[in-house]
Every structure is written in C-alpha cells, then in structure tokens.
C-alpha cells in the first residue's frame, strides 16, 4: 500500500531500528570506575588537553541547552543520561527494536595525549556495556576508537568484537588528518576483519582546525550546516586514497551527515575520473561505484526539498537498500520514526528504511 509515514495507524506495530541514539554520562566522574587509578588521578589534577585553544567552553556556538530537546533533560546529569526517560521518551512509545549508541562525549576521540586518549576510549566501552548494554538488551554499542592512536584503535576493536552487543567502530570526523591516510588503514583493517561497520558521525572539534574550509562560522546556524561538506570530505577521502579498494569488505555508515549531496559528489569524481586517474591508479572502478558499493546512509538530517520526486530521485541514486533510520535522540532535531517522509512510499520502501537495511549492514536477526 502506498500511504506518507506520518499516516501511518498509530495501532500498527513497525519494526524499528534507529541508529543514532546518544548517550551521555551523569558526569565526567561517571567514567572513572572504568579507567585505572593513575589515569583518574591524571584527569582530577590536569585535566583533558583538547584539541583547541578554548579551553571551558566550545569552540563554535550552540543552541539552549546544547542542541539537546529540553523535555530530555533528567533531574540529574545531561541529556541523554538517563536510560529509564531514553525508554519512556523513545524506545517505548516508537517501539524500537533496537536502538543504537553513539558515544561521543568523553570518548578520548578528541585528547592530544595519545594514551589518556586510549583510556579514555576504552573506558567508555565499558561504561556502555554497564550503564546501558547489560539492562537495556534493546541497544547495542558503537566500539569508540581514539583514532590518532592507531595501535590502541585495533586493540580496543579486537577487545569487543566478539561481543554481539557491539555492532560498529566510531571513529572522529575531524581527525588530525584525512581519514583516507595510511595512518588510519589498521583500524579500517581490524573493522573489516572483525566484520564491523565503521560508523562516521560529526562530533566536535578534534582537530582543533575550523569546522568549516573559510574559517569558523560566526552562528550556529553555519556549524549546523558544516556536517555535510564534513561527510563530503569524508566520502572523498576514503573513495580516492584507497581505502575501499584496499578494504573491499569494509562498510561505512555515514550518519548525520544528510545524504541528498551524495549523488553530486559521485558524479563530480566521475567527471573527473578520466583526467586524474594516472595520479591514482590504485582506484580500479570509478568513484561513484565504491559509493554505492561501501556506504550506507541515514535520514536524520532529512533534506525536504518542495518537489518530493526531487528527494526521491536521490534515495535511488544511492539505492531504496542503503538508507537506514535515525532519529539522533536526544537532540533538539530529533525525528519520529513514523514522520520521517512528507511524500508517499511503498511497504516495502518504508520497511526497509525502518529496519531492513540496518538489520542487514549490522547483522541483527
């Protein structure tokens, strides 16, 4: 039947996968029974060292209340750090199915010094296992990585990738340098072969660089917009230094990151294929088909252009079987399942984007 989403019957039970969901610890404390002695003691007396030069505040303006919905905030701690209102605000009243972490507070994706870095990354994967995992079967986590410590990176995947709860590899999208270098190859190396998605979400300013190529935007408004020339960057990266052909089972999952400039991109990298391929020879197909080969996508932020055929001329550029569900709770922009398209789609479309493809990339039965 083809009927918009938002009419969907509220009695009509929908298999729901969202993949972005963040959580938040009560505090930076909240981490320390995850971390050895020496490191707490470290943090307690120096401090993190961020890769910027605004030390207690951010490095870009933020909407009230940190970009989170202000009916998210418990009586204690931050948004997103209270597992009983994520199930009353979201998980229960959508009946999702399985829901998605992605951590990207105090992850150690954003320390210069490399080993608080990694302490700091492997603390918050037990801390997910703890505080949200082991009571709440319905979510899985995302394996945080401190990527400029490539060796720690590859240890802390090998660590969790037996664990079923574990479903991808979270990796900044402002690194020190381009995420296509062969600094970062061990890590896109060890995810391949645990079979692990690498999932690329924005996350705040790790390099210490502006968010944006012309300098820092002046609002927030402009930061908002960054994230899509940030995945850009990212696709373009991964397709020309390599990666995908080095790593042809690699799968990347680009979150947040909108996806209605994915067809432009692929076409403008094609253009130019002919012209720059002797510079690199080691791309054996053109730019577009590692696209649609290795990447998949998710709606939240969804672009709604007047035209709906316009969008959807884009979900089939990048294929009905790439595009996953996200509702990005507990942000300000957060999307309900059920009104995540304003135009008509077929059963099978809807289901797949629901559930389906998730379902697929990350292996849930």
């Known amino acids: 039947m083809n009927r918009p989403l938002f009419e969907t019957d509220a009695a009509t039970r929908l298999r729901i996968i969202d993949c ?35 030390i207690g505040q951010l490095a870009y303006p933020r909407m009230t209340a940190n970009g989170m919905r202000m009916d998210s905030k418990p009586e204690v701690g931050p948004p997103g750090s209270d597992l009983k209102m994520l199930r009353e605000q979201h998980l ?48 899985r986590g995302g394996i945080v990585v401190a990527q400029d410590n490539p060796e720690s990176a590859v240890a802390e995947i090998e660590k969790h990738a037996g664990d079923k709860r574990f479903v991808q590899v979270i990796m900044s999208t402002r690194p020190n340098e381009t995420l296509g270098t062969r600094k970062y190859w061990p890590i896109y190396r060890a995810a391949a072969e645990a079979g692990l998605p690498v999932g690329l979400h924005p996350v705040g300013y790790s390099n210490g660089k502006p968010s944006s190529g012309s300098g820092w935007p002046s609002f927030y408004f402009q930061e908002h917009y960054t994230f899509v020339p940030g995945a850009e960057s990212l696709v373009t990266s991964l397709v020309i230094e390599g990666v995908l052909e080095a790593f042809p089972t690699l799968k990347i999952a680009i979150i947040e990151g909108g996806f209605s400039w994915a067809p432009a991109l692929g076409w403008r990298m094609d253009r130019h294929f002919d012209t720059f391929h002797k510079e690199v020879p080691h791309l054996k197909r053109k730019p577009s088909e590692y696209m649609k080969d290795h990447f998949w996508w998710a709606t939240q932020p969804m672009e709604e252009p007047k035209k709906p055929r316009d969008i959807i001329d884009v979900i089939e550029w990048i294929g009905w079987d790439r595009l996953m569900y996200s509702s990005d709770y507990p942000h300000w922009d957060y999307d309900d399942a059920y009104r995540i398209f304003r135009f008509p789609v077929e059963d099978e479309q809807r289901d797949a984007v629901l559930s389906g493809n998730a379902s697929m990339l990350y292996g849930f039965q």
């Not at 963040?22 to 909240?30: E, I, L, T």
């Not at 020496?38 to 993190?48: A, D, K, R």
């Not at 150690?108 to 703890?130: F, K, T, Y």
Request: glycine share 6%; net charge negative; with cysteine.
């Open 20 to 54: 972005d969901i963040h959580p938040s610890p009560k505090s930076p404390a909240a981490l320390f029974p995850f971390m050895e002695k020496h490191w707490v003691e470290h943090l307690q007396t120096y401090g993190t060292h961020m890769r910027q030069a605004l």
């Open 92 to 139: 229960d009243p959508l009946g999702i199915e399985v829901g998605n972490l992605i951590a990207l507070s105090r992850g150690g994706m954003e320390e210069r010094n490399p080993d608080l870095a990694a302490a700091m990354a492997s603390a918050c994967n037990d801390w997910q296992i703890a505080e949200w995992l082991e009571p709440e079967p319905r979510l």
